[in-house]
């Protein structure tokens, strides 16, 4: 795509998950694969991972020109189901492409809105990212969302930043789904308890929703992180 984030695709059924992750986190995971890839081998999922090779936010004007191709070649209407996935800038990510597939589901976890100083000029987490242009193409998340079939929030209501971003992403398919006590990482949790997975499974199944989240949820109580953090609050 350019020399600050590359795209890979492997193309083994009819649904779609698309990823957004930085190379080191990548790195980090056992045996260095990106996030979701299980699924290609388990369900027969295709897979196009957007990897950045540094703390970009995924904004780059090259990467806009491809999304804008694969808009263009009709690319995303070659799947049956569409599913955008991210975490933290991922996550951001995440619901701001999504426009490039109206119809297509999208779980955030965690998600960051936006970083532009005019509206988020609140969060002073990442100063140095303030500096990047959140307000050109595929700029602002919670507008780009739109399109969606249905939006996910997966979030820690009990953790300010997230839940103040979680609180701008709004309309009639936004869906927020509460991961209380949480903190710090949502998604290490969900990794820890095994319910990343089925989360994704019944999103790729158009069957998630609050209800069910809920009840993959209760695996929580199996982590020890949990309970701890738990304890605290009491």
Do not use: C
């Not at 779609?16 to 790195?27: A, D, G, K, P």
């Not at 995924?58 to 070659?78: A, I, K, Y």
């Not at 303030?130 to 739109?146: C, H, K, N, Q, V």
Request: aromatic share 12%.
């Amino acid at each position: 795509v350019s020399d600050k984030h590359a795209a890979l695709f492997i193309d083994a059924g009819r649904k779609l998950l698309v990823t957004f992750e930085r190379r080191s986190t990548i790195m980090e995971r056992p045996r260095a694969v990106p996030r979701g890839f299980e699924l290609v081998s388990k369900n027969g999922w295709s897979l196009l991972t957007i990897i950045a090779e540094d703390d970009t936010w995924f904004r780059d004007s090259r990467l806009f020109g491809f999304f804008d191709r694969q808009v263009d070649d009709g690319f995303f209407e070659d799947f049956d189901d569409v599913v955008f996935f991210g975490v933290r800038e991922g996550g951001y990510a995440a619901g701001a492409y999504s426009v490039a597939a109206p119809g297509a589901r999208v779980v955030m976890v965690r998600p960051v809105a936006t970083l532009s100083p005019s509206v988020a000029g609140w969060d002073r987490r990442f100063v140095a990212q303030r500096r990047l242009d959140f307000t050109s193409r595929y700029g602002y998340a919670p507008d780009m969302i739109e399109a969606a079939e249905e939006a996910f929030v997966v979030f820690d209501p009990t953790v300010p930043h997230d839940a103040i971003h979680a609180a701008m992403f709004r309309g009639s398919n936004l869906v927020p789904l509460r991961a209380r006590y949480a903190r710090p990482q949502v998604e290490r949790l969900l990794d820890q308890v095994d319910i990343t997975v089925p989360l994704l499974e019944q999103d790729m199944a158009g069957t998630l929703s609050q209800a069910s989240f809920a009840k993959l949820f209760r695996a929580r109580r199996k982590s020890s992180a949990y309970l701890r953090n738990l304890l605290k609050q009491t």
